[in-house]
T-cell receptor, first 115, second 110 residues
C-alpha cells in the first residue's frame, strides 16, 4: 500500500504527558499537512510543510505543539503537557505541488484520548 | 477562503442516485471545487475535483454551472457502504490548507 500512513492509530495518555505521532506521506509527495478533527466537526488545519520547511502554522497550534519534517519525508507531531482538550483525531495529508492542481490525500489518522 | 453551504444530512435507498448540492457564492476565480468522503474513524478520502462544467470519474460526477456559485456531487446507484459524511471544499489549487465545513451526512438504507 503506497498511501499515507500514520502511527500509532490510537493513543491513550494521562494529562500532562507528552505524545508524539508519526506520518509517512506518499513517497513522491513534497507537501505534508497536519489537521485535527474533533467529534462531529470537519478537520481543522494545523500546519504544513513543503519539503522540510514548515510554511504555515495555524493559531490552533499552541506552544505545546511542535511539528517537524527533518528530511522532507516523514513528519512528527509532538504535543507536550497534554490536556483533555487535546483529545481528537490527528490527521496527516500529503500532496504534490507538481501538476495542474494539488490534491491532498489523507492518512487514517491517530486518535488521541487524554484522561 | 470561500465559505460553503451544504445540507446537514440526506437519506437515500440502495440503488438510487444521490445528488448533494453545495453553495459557494463567494468562490474566487482561481478556486477549485473538491469533494471528500469520510467514514467514521477514518481520514477523508478524495472523491472528485473540478473547476467548471462536468467532471466524471469511476466513483462520482461533479456538475458545476457556468456561474460556479454552486456544485452538485452525483453518486450513481448508492449502496449501504456509501453511508458517510461528504465534504465540499473550495480553494486555490496550490498550497492550500483545506477548510472543511460540517459536511453532509448521507445515510443509505436498504
Amino acid at each position: 500500500d503506497t498511501g499515507v500512513s500514520q502511527d500509532p492509530r490510537h493513543k491513550i495518555t494521562k494529562r500532562g504527558q507528552n505524545v508524539t505521532f508519526r506520518c509517512d506521506p506518499i513517497s513522491e509527495h513534497n507537501r505534508l499537512y497536519w489537521y485535527r478533527q474533533t467529534l462531529g466537526q470537519g478537520p481543522e488545519f494545523l500546519t504544513y510543510f513543503q519539503n522540510e520547511a514548515q510554511l504555515e502554522k495555524s493559531r490552533l497550534l499552541s506552544d505545546r505543539f511542535s511539528a517537524e519534517r527533518p528530511k522532507g519525508s516523514f513528519s512528527t507531531l509532538e504535543i507536550q503537557r497534554t490536556e483533555q482538550g487535546d483529545s481528537a483525531m490527528y490527521l496527516c495529508a500529503s500532496s504534490s505541488s507538481y501538476g495542474e492542481q494539488e490534491t491532498q490525500y489523507f492518512g487514517p489518522g491517530t486518535r488521541l484520548l487524554v484522561l | 477562503l470561500a465559505k460553503t453551504t451544504q445540507p446537514i444530512s440526506m437519506d437515500s435507498y440502495e440503488g438510487q442516485e444521490v445528488n448533494i448540492t453545495c453553495s459557494h457564492n463567494n468562490i474566487a476565480t482561481n478556486d477549485y471545487i473538491t469533494w471528500y468522503q469520510q467514514f467514521p474513524s477514518q481520514g477523508p478520502r478524495f472523491i472528485i475535483q473540478g473547476y467548471k462544467t462536468k467532471v466524471t470519474n469511476e466513483v462520482a460526477s461533479l456538475f458545476i454551472p457556468a456561474d460556479r456559485k454552486s456544485s452538485t456531487l452525483s453518486l450513481p446507484r448508492v449502496s449501504l457502504s456509501d453511508t458517510a459524511v461528504y465534504y465540499c471544499l473550495v480553494g486555490a489549487p496550490y498550497g492550500n490548507k483545506l477548510v472543511f465545513g460540517a459536511g453532509t451526512i448521507l445515510r443509505v438504507k436498504s
